[in-house]
């Protein structure tokens, strides 16, 4: 589902990577290499789904598929819409390469294709991985085709933007983002539980959730709270919103942003009964 390896939880003493140089000769070699690799990728999986039968570009997303793209059009144009709306909703620059998208109509070979590439990666519907610096997605045709494929690239345009992303926001930004635009408002499934919560007092810890460094210990209440934690900083206080682009622009430009718990606890000292108080009164 994503790059576990390189997941990094941030906090307040963490520093940007230095930057470095290559002398032109080695550029070269490294460019001719990863050129190689992914000519060397695109036979083999080639070989595997029986050749690409369908190539598009959409926005900073390159699709291949087994099958006439023709037929999901209204769904990839969705996808190159996605970019935008995490520019205008988050304030996220847009993604700084190009991300590979290869979609199969049989599971079977979904699956074949993975099992050879990927053999430790543990079996999912959809996948997003980042490895060499390129970003993949996969995914086969199914019931959740859509919705694996919003959650997927949200994932794959977050790390094309930012150097890293803590696990609980990267997920809870997938959650919310895998829901169709015009229902991701009131229309996921966590809504009526949270709100359930809130009538009850229940605030998931946010200092929990930012604990969590693999996705191993992500189960569906860690989920359900980090797509919680999104919703009502994009549609509670006009506060909450600010500190949570101001977070990821800090990322972005690769400045220590601190622990978001904190930040969101300075700027609205009663956080937690802001956040129930959106709940209780948020309808469908």
């Known amino acids: 589902m994503r790059d576990e390896k390189r997941r990094r939880q941030f906090d307040s003493s963490w520093t940007p990577p230095s930057a470095f140089c290559l002398p032109p000769s080695a550029f070269f070699l490294v460019l001719a290499i990863w050129l190689g690799a992914v000519a060397v990728w695109n036979r083999s999986t080639r070989g595997e789904s029986g050749g690409w039968h369908d190539t598009r570009t959409f926005g900073p997303l390159v699709c291949r598929a087994d099958f006439s793209l023709e037929s999901i059009d209204p769904v990839l144009r969705q996808l190159a819409q996605l970019q935008i709306d995490l520019n205008d909703r988050l304030g996220v620059r847009p993604a700084a390469e190009p991300i590979e998208l290869y979609l199969f109509r049989q599971e079977w070979t979904y699956r074949n294709t993975l099992s050879r590439h990927f053999p430790n990666v543990p079996y999912r519907r959809a996948l997003y991985v980042k490895t060499g610096g390129r970003g993949m997605v996969f995914a086969y045709w199914s019931r959740e085709f859509e919705i694996d494929l919003r959650h997927e690239c949200t994932h794959a345009l977050l790390h094309a933007a930012l150097p890293v992303v803590p696990l609980w926001l990267d997920e809870g930004l997938a959650e919310y983002f895998e829901i169709a635009p015009d229902e991701r408002a009131s229309g996921s499934p966590y809504l009526s539980g949270v709100r359930w919560m809130a009538r009850f007092g229940i605030t998931p ?76 009164s948020w309808t469908r």
Not at 210 to 230: F, L, T
Not at 235 to 243: D, L, S, T, V
Not at 246 to 265: A, K
Request: aromatic share 10%.
């Open 205 to 280: 810890r946010l200092e929990k959730l930012e604990k969590k460094i693999d996705v191993g210990q992500m189960g569906g209440s860690e989920y359900r709270d980090s797509w919680a934690w999104v919703h009502f900083m994009l549609h509670g206080p006009q506060a909450a919103r600010e500190e949570l682009t101001g977070y990821l622009g800090d990322i972005q430009n690769h400045c220590p942003p601190g622990l978001l718990s904190q930040r969101l606890q300075q700027r609205l000292p009663d956080c937690d009964r802001q956040f129930g108080s959106h709940f209780k």
